[in-house]
């Protein structure tokens, strides 16, 4: 069956970076985009970027252009995305999530990663 | 970017209640537009996709309508796990937007 497992919580101090991992299983990595999307404490969803796993091909939204990163290692199928720059308004829950093949909507996500920033 | 409302932002309900949230789109987007569940702690999940397609192994009580810049999710009659968090996204645009959520609750 298809999974996303993230990597664990993290605490970082204000200014940092922080790499959170997900690891797809049960399907052919390099075929469907990846998506993060992060959620504040009892806030919305937001989404922040997507990756092309096979071609590496990456777009991001606004907001996240130039401190947002996500790459990719297709030899153990899993994604990674880095947040530089890090301040207290991006605690967060951080999730990764797949397009459905050939479309542009989420259908597996993973389990989420908290990200604390906090001095 | 695309700008998502969806009204209310909260909705108070019971059990075998027909109830219908809304989701606005700031620009027509066709029929691109998702739902999602969410519970406390839990990753969203997907529920209706393309405005009206329902997700398999989602219950046909859940259904979706609408097109260009108006869209509704509608229960036909509440169950206990339906309480949650619903949570509109379009995909019209590279720049995916979601809705500011609608909590529905008992």
């Known amino acids: 069956q298809v999974q996303l497992v993230q990597s664990g919580a993290e605490v970082k101090k204000p200014g940092a970076s922080v790499k959170v991992s997900c690891k797809a299983s049960?399907?052919?990595?390099?075929?469907?985009?990846i998506n993060w999307v992060r959620q504040a404490t009892g806030q919305g969803l937001e989404w922040m970027g997507w990756?092309?796993?096979?071609?590496?091909?990456?777009g991001y939204a606004q907001n996240f252009q130039g401190r947002f990163t996500m790459t990719r290692n297709t030899s153990i199928s899993t994604a990674y995305m880095e947040l530089s720059s890090l301040r207290s308004e991006d605690t967060a829950v951080y999730y990764c999530?797949?397009?459905?093949?050939?479309?542009?909507?989420?259908?597996?996500w993973g389990q989420g990663t908290l990200v604390t920033v906090s001095s | 970017d695309i700008q998502m409302t969806q009204s209310p932002s909260t909705l108070s309900a019971s059990i075998g209640d027909r109830v219908t949230i809304t989701c606005r789109a700031s620009?027509?987007?066709?029929?691109?537009l998702a739902w999602y569940q969410q519970k406390p702690g839990k990753a969203p999940k997907l529920l209706i996709y393309?405005?009206?397609s329902l997700e398999s192994g989602v219950p046909s009580r859940f259904g979706g309508s609408g097109s260009g810049t108006e869209f509704t999710l509608t229960i036909s009659s509440l169950q206990p796990d339906d309480f949650a968090t619903y949570y509109c996204?379009?995909?019209?645009?590279?720049?995916?937007?979601f809705g500011q959520g609608t909590k529905l609750q008992i």
């Open positions: 620009q027509s987007i066709s029929s691109w």
């Open positions: 996204q379009q995909y019209n645009s590279y720049s995916y937007t």
């Open positions: 990756m092309n796993p096979n071609s590496g091909n990456t």
């Open positions: 049960g399907y052919t990595f390099a075929i469907y985009d």
């Open positions: 393309k405005a009206s």
């Open positions: 999530a797949r397009n459905r093949r050939g479309d542009r909507y989420f259908d597996y």
